[in-house]
């Protein structure tokens, strides 16, 4: 049983068991017993009414002895008399008479009427009244437990309306353990996941204008040179245009990385592709690239691996990956790509041997913008690893960096057979 049950009934229950105890309490230090006064004409109902059988089947010697008996052990103002009126047995029978005709003689039963007590009017109520007090108290502090929780809930949505994401409502649960509180760490948690995506996107935001504003800046140079030369038009024209096709490639990678976060709670657009077969293309073209600077690339991608997956998502993925070790190992050096597939996931492994980073660097490579320290200029704006962990976790799968023993860095894919998520994780969008 949930939590909340338990703590509801035991509310309840200990509430009619005070209520109880109360009630006992007042019968008696007031002996106020609910329903006495019924009891008692009753009690002395029967007396009269068996009285009067034994009179008719025993005569009056068999009643005289009842009455002797039943006063010694229950005295109840019994009496059998003889009245001398002639029309005694025609008088209406009471609560406390009886008239009784026997062999032709008229004989009275009566019993003392039953004492009256200062509280005998509220024992009928009691009752009653131990339902209204146990139900308002039950009610009271059902009301009070169940409505703090939810003024805190209430108070929490109105500072995430405006804007407060750092408004937090577990602590305000100290002491509570059921489904409430778990709903309060639940909103904490939605809180700090809204203030994680506010504070990326106002990074993001800061880190575009800084990655814009040094090829615009050497735009303007150019413009300011051909103004003051005029015969410098061809070389700045062909200086110009680099920068032009840097701010191409710097919108198109950010835009690439804002559709990926943008439709991380869309569903995939997914079909069927032998990843090891695009992987294999991918490392085809890189191989044609590396010859330049003399990097070769040793593989062991064999077998394929058939999955369900957004084709042009992975393919930039693991293009990202394969392109980034291309470009930051060493000359005359070689990248080792692996693939392990297993029933229902493939894990892939691009190990290079450059620089490589930090080990406290090894999560925040994976943010945008994001190069590692050491890292030497080739070009890129350290998007590539941040789109790839996007691409990767909204399929299911998860993106990590690793030091070698030799070196460098080796970053490792999984990637599960059929996705398992559509969203994507925490504190994970992290770039080279």
């Given amino acids: 049983m949930p939590r909340l049950f338990w703590k509801f009934f035991r509310i309840i229950w200990l509430t009619l068991a005070a209520s109880l105890a109360v009630i006992i309490l007042i019968v008696k230090l007031l002996q106020a017993v609910p329903f006495a006064s019924e009891l008692e004409h009753e009690r002395r109902t029967l007396v009269l009414n068996l009285t009067a059988n034994i009179l008719a089947e025993d005569g009056e010697a068999g009643a005289a002895r009842f009455v002797s008996t039943s006063e010694k052990t229950q005295p109840l103002g019994l009496t059998l008399s003889k009245p001398d009126e002639a029309d005694a047995c025609a008088e209406k029978n009471t609560v406390t008479t009886r008239s009784v005709l026997k062999d032709g003689i008229c004989y009275r039963l009566s019993v003392s009427a039953p004492a009256g007590s200062t509280f005998d009017s509220l024992g009928p ?11 308002t108290i039950a009610a009271g502090a059902l009301a009070r437990y169940l409505i703090r929780p939810v003024v805190h ?12 994401f750092d408004f937090r409502i577990g602590d305000k649960m100290a002491g509570r353990k059921d489904e409430v509180t778990a709903l309060a760490y639940d909103f904490d948690a939605s809180a700090a996941r809204l203030q994680e995506l506010q504070d990326a996107q106002q990074r993001l935001f800061h880190d575009v204008s800084h990655e814009l504003r040094s090829p615009l800046s050497r735009l303007q140079a150019a413009v300011g040179v051909l103004r003051q030369s005029p015969a410098k ?4 024209l062909d200086r110009m245009d680099r920068e032009v096709e840097r701010l191409d490639m710097l919108v198109g990678e950010v835009l690439t990385l804002a559709r990926v976060t943008a439709g991380s709670s869309l569903p995939l657009k997914t079909q069927t592709v032998d990843v090891i077969e695009l992987l294999n293309e991918i490392l085809g073209d890189a191989a044609f690239e590396a010859q330049a600077r003399e990097i070769s690339i040793t593989t062991s991608v064999d077998g394929a691996f058939r999955a369900e997956v957004e084709g042009e998502l992975i393919y930039r993925a693991l293009e990202n990956v394969v392109r980034n070790a291309v470009k930051h190992t060493a000359e005359h050096s070689h990248i080792s790509v692996s693939c392990d597939v297993a029933t229902d996931r493939l894990t892939i492994r691009v190990a290079d041997q450059g620089p490589g980073v930090g080990r406290d660097e090894l999560e925040r490579i994976f943010q945008p913008f994001s190069r590692g320290k050491d890292a030497v200029p080739r070009g890129g704006y350290g998007l590539g690893l941040a789109i790839t962990r996007q691409a990767i976790e909204r399929h299911g799968g998860r993106v990590h960096a690793s030091l070698p023993a030799a070196g460098g860095l080796a970053i490792t894919l999984e990637l599960p057979r059929r996705p398992t998520t559509y969203g994507m994780g925490g504190d994970e969008s992290r770039s080279r």
């Fill in 233 to 236: 038009l061809g070389s700045m």
């Fill in 153 to 164: 809930l209430r108070d929490g949505l109105s500072a995430l309306a405006h804007g407060r």
């Fill in 125 to 135: 109520f009691l009752p009653w009244l131990t339902i209204l007090v146990a139900s």
